[in-house]
């Protein structure tokens, strides 16, 4: 059977990304690409909300027939946290009780402000330019523009207490990674993932960077051209078919017209930190960790 056996799911802007590549490198586990199919909630959402989102189950399980043979078959779609309700019932009804399902957390407040930025980078929609305003209008623009992408949802991607307590409650083979410890003692968290998985520990590389932020595109018009599909794309890739070279061209030209991030403003981290604190609370009451440092 091709059915993945693995699954992280979430939060987006937590590390999911390297963890993702770092656990595609042991010999004993197959991590899908593209890494986010969403194919337990596409159909349940909106199918036009996630554009390289799988919706059928047989397109789903051939994503993981090169890894037919190993121990584990993994994917790693974010927005997975975020919709427990849906997840859990289709983690039962397609793969089974028994999956391995990982959860990454990060400071809510950094996580809304990066999670803006991110969308901001890769999204068209993402048209204010302003936090404030974005972080204002997330859920009503979610439920009136059906195309909208979930990652837009600022203020309820980082409300972990409901969603993570609902995945405890479903499944005993959980493992949670709170984001600092991971940033700061990388193959410790790594061996701890190993050790649930229980495979042979292997030496990761820390210098391998994976989905990194901090930056924004200059100007709306070289975003466009480089995010969206068009015909000058299409020659590019027919004039240059090695992927390698195309990614070097695309490195540079994001190089030269991309700005540094940023940091939030004092206004709105204050603000983010008093949305957040009773749900920071529940949260370190609910895992026996003091995480209200967040939020102070």
């Known amino acids: 059977m091709a059915k993945p056996n693995l699954l992280i799911v979430g939060a987006a802007k937590s590390g999911t990304t390297s963890l993702h590549n770092y656990l595609n490198h042991h010999d004993d586990v197959f991590m899908c690409n593209p890494k986010e199919p969403h194919f337990l909630i596409n159909n349940e959402i909106g199918i036009d909300r996630i554009p390289i989102g799988v919706t059928k189950q047989e397109e789903y399980e051939n994503l993981f027939l090169e890894g037919s043979e190993l121990k584990y ?50 999204n068209m929609k993402e048209d ?47 493992h949670i990674i709170i984001y600092e410890d991971y940033k700061s003692d990388l193959q410790s968290e790594i061996n701890k993932v190993f050790d649930f998985l229980g495979i042979v520990r292997i030496d990761i590389n820390p210098e391998e960077k994976h989905m990194v932020g901090g930056w924004q595109w200059e100007n709306d018009s070289i975003k466009k051209l480089m995010i969206q599909k068009n015909p000058i794309k299409s020659l590019f890739k027919f004039l240059l078919p090695f992927e390698s070279l195309r990614k070097n061209i695309r490195k540079n030209i994001q190089k030269r017209n991309t700005i540094v991030v940023p940091s939030i403003s004092d206004e709105d981290e204050q603000m983010l930190k008093q949305f957040y604190y009773e749900d920071v609370r529940k949260l370190s009451n609910l895992l026996g960790r003091d995480l209200n440092h967040w939020t102070k």
Not at 80 to 95: C, G, S
Not at 147 to 159: D, F, I, Q, V
Request: hydrophobic share 35%; no cysteine; charged share 30%.
């Open 128 to 174: 204010f330019t302003d936090f404030k305003t974005a972080w204002e209008v997330s859920e009503e623009r979610y439920f009136i523009n059906k195309s909208m992408t979930p990652a837009s949802r600022y203020k309820e991607l980082g409300l972990y207490y409901k969603q993570v307590k609902y995945f405890m409650e479903e499944f005993r083979n959980l």
């Open 73 to 122: 078959r993994g994917e790693s779609s974010v927005m997975y946290l975020m919709y427990p309700e849906i997840v859990t019932k289709n983690i039962k009804k397609y793969l089974g009780e028994d999956t391995k399902i990982i959860i990454m957390l990060r400071n809510p407040v950094e996580r809304a402000y990066s999670g803006y930025q991110h969308v901001k980078r890769y």
